[in-house]
């Protein structure tokens, strides 16, 4: 009975990783293949052919794009973090009026699908000035992130202790200082969580990105790959596709196990109390 | 200069006022403890000294200057936490020394203070070390070793033994009374332990539901409590309470007849009062005696034997029985029937609003009480 339990378990841990990795696994297989081997279907790589990733670099501005989605991404993680860590205080930490409303209406915006908005933001954007730019795409991508970082880490500011707080002010600590040197340490964990969760939407976002630029030059990663063309306009360049999508896969999986160890910490962070 | 003075100082959460009118006057020096049943406002007066809560209305001076206005650090003061409230992230040197560090000291002066505050507390060997890995006596020194690094010239502590075990409370308390005798700075501390109040206190405040009830040094208060609510509070066991008419008044006090036709006669001023008034009378467990016969009778409903000492709950036909400690084991069972007299020296008597009449001091004792003790034990 324990045996079988056992083996049923693997079993289901065995179903649901490939059922994650499988996709991956095949862009990478035919990111390898060219002409009609990608039209057959065949599990294992019979042979390492790089003349794919050497094409989706030829045909496009494809080093340009890769450039824009770490500029647009590592922007939006940035400001996301600044203007979510201060709020979070505000939220958590001041009292003022209509703060719960303002809290629901953060959670509100997130609510809205992207096409919802989709048009008012357009004319945003050109009302700036900023169709066809890098903040633009910044702009409009906090409108993803910031919700989900603001409440992420006002929970998380909730959790800790009042008395830390007063025992800086004390010591003397304006309220800068309280979060830069007492909070800021403490969400580290939060704060890496949820930028990393930040820079993954933004890094992925296409429908804005697709939508606010017009130019080769200025798209990210997500719409270049979309538009994508074959040499003839009848050929789906499937094998162009699949390594421009495991050279912007990479990025995020090194992320990921860089940042681990402090991800597992965050998700259990507050069980303990320091 | 240091000393505390509140006017009138009023604190409102909202629409709930939990602070009414507090005044109150700390001498340089002082060590003055705040006690009073859980949500009278201990911590709230504490924190309005402090300036983590602003001041509704009234006025609050330290060291004579107007301060209502002013952020807890341009106080002077240094706050000890019940929780301790250390930071997390830095190891026990930072803690001690960030305060410092904000008011911009100098490497060596910050250096010579902490390791002056860590030999003080015998915390040197952990200074590397984080919060998280030190005990709960160990973090409790620490908050106090970033409290004296301030060098403040008041020190407030919100009950900061709570967290501790028996043994190590007690060292600690020692520890602060030490504190307090080699800095002389003036020293305001909040508990709900009763001895930590008697030991520590130069004198005692009384608070009740936001509102002092009295206040004056350990002794006064045990011994001539001003009203039925100080008497209760202090005291473990509590001071037993009976119900009584008065029933004469001359210049040796007050007469009053127990519930079982007995009297006592209690050394108390008769000014005012009537005979055939109802009052409450009041004696300690400890002046309680013992008799085959005397003005109370009743029945031992429960032996507690605590080593040095034992106490019976003696049923005397009210519905709350009534305390009596004596020294060393029980000589009774539970189920017996005894007499108890009450000495009228030990009594304290309270009219219906809950004021306690003044006690006659006799000739010679300013306090009274420890006087008329003495001539008893004689
Ligand atoms: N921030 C606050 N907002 C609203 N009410 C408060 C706040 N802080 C305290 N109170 C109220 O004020 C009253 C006094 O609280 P306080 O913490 O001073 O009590 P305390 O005497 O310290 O009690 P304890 O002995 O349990 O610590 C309580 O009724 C409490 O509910
Ligand atoms: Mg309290």
Avoid at chain 2, 80 to 91: E, G, I
Avoid at chain 2, 220 to 227: T, W
Wanted: net charge neutral; aromatic share 8%.
């Amino acid at each position: 009975m324990k045996i079988l339990a056992r083996i049923g378990f693997w079993l289901l841990v065995a179903g649901i990783g490939l059922f994650s990795i499988f996709p991956f696994y095949y862009a990478v297989i035919s990111s390898f293949r060219s002409g009609n081997d990608l039209f057959s279907v065949a599990y294992l790589p019979e042979r390492l052919d790089l003349s794919n990733y050497v094409a989706v670099f030829e045909r496009q501005p494809f080093g340009t794009n890769i450039l824009n989605s770490i500029v647009v991404a590592a922007s939006v993680v940035a400001l996301s973090l600044a203007l979510g860590i201060t709020a979070a205080y505000a939220f958590g930490r001041i009292r003022f009026r209509g703060r719960s409303l303002l809290l629901m209406t953060i959670l509100a915006v997130s609510m809205f699908p992207q096409v919802a908005v989709l048009s008012g933001m357009f004319e945003l954007i050109r009302g700036f000035g900023l169709y066809n730019t890098l903040p633009g795409l910044i702009l409009a991508n906090l409108m993803l992130t910031l919700p989900f970082t603001v409440w992420v880490l006002t929970t998380f500011m909730r959790e800790l202790p009042k008395e830390i707080e007063e025992a800086a002010f004390v010591d003397g600590a304006t309220p800068w200082i309280v979060v830069r040197r007492v909070f800021l340490p403490l969400m580290m964990p939060a704060a890496v969580t949820t930028g990393l969760l930040a820079f993954i939407v933004s890094w992925n976002e296409f429908l804005f990105a697709l939508t606010f630029t017009l130019t080769n030059e200025r798209r990210t990663v997500p719409p270049a790959i979309a538009l994508m063309s074959g040499s003839t306009a009848y050929e789906l360049p499937w094998g162009t596709i699949m390594a421009a999508s495991v050279i912007v896969t990479l990025p995020i999986i090194a992320l990921v196990l860089v940042f681990q160890r402090k991800i597992v910490a965050g998700l259990t962070a507050g069980a303990v109390k320091g | 200069m240091a000393d505390v003075v509140l006017k009138n100082v009023r604190k409102s959460f909202g629409r709930a006022q939990v602070i009414h009118g507090v005044d109150l006057d700390i001498a340089d020096g002082e060590f003055v403890v705040f006690v009073g049943p859980s949500g009278c406002g201990k911590s709230t007066l504490l924190r309005l000294i402090a300036g983590l809560e602003d001041v509704t209305s009234g006025d609050l001076f330290i060291g004579g200057e107007r301060v209502n206005d002013r952020a807890p650090a341009k106080r002077g003061i240094a706050m000890v936490f019940q929780s301790y409230a250390l930071y997390p992230h830095m190891n026990v040197y930072d803690n001690m020394a960030f305060g410092l560090e904000l008011a911009k000291s100098s490497r060596s002066a910050i250096d010579a203070k902490v390791r002056e505050a860590a030999r003080m507390l015998q915390i040197e060997s952990l200074l590397d070390r984080k919060p998280r890995e030190l005990s709960g006596g160990q973090r409790q020194r620490v908050a106090i070793g970033r409290a004296i690094v301030r060098d403040p010239k008041v020190f407030l502590f919100d009950e900061p033994l709570s967290n501790l075990d028996a043994a190590l409370r007690v060292q600690t308390r020692i520890e602060i009374a030490k504190l307090h005798a080699d800095t002389r700075a003036t020293m305001i501390y909040v508990t709900h332990d009763q001895v930590e109040a008697m030991t520590l206190a130069d004198r005692i405040v009384v608070l009740n539901a936001g509102r002092v009830e009295q206040v004056g040094t350990p002794l006064e208060l045990y011994h001539r409590p001003a009203n039925l609510f100080v008497a209760g509070f202090l005291g473990s066991p509590q001071m037993n309470f009976i119900p009584c008419a008065v029933s004469r008044t001359d210049a040796d006090g007050v007469q009053v007849q127990l519930p079982n036709g007995g009297t006592v006669t209690v050394p108390v001023s008769p000014a005012g009062v009537r005979a055939g008034e109802t009052v409450t009378l009041g004696i300690r467990p400890d002046h309680v005696k013992v008799l085959d016969q005397g003005a109370l009778a009743g029945r031992i409903a429960l032996v507690e034997e605590l080593g040095e000492s034992h106490l019976l709950h003696v049923d005397i036909g009210r519905e709350r029985p009534l305390t009596v400690r004596e020294p060393g084991d029980s000589r009774h069972e539970a189920g017996q029937e005894i007499g108890l007299s009450l000495d009228g020296a030990f009594c304290h008597l309270f009219r219906e609003s809950g004021g306690a009449l003044p006690l006659l001091a006799p000739a010679g004792s300013p306090t009274g009480r420890p006087a008329a003790r003495a001539i008893n034990a004689a």
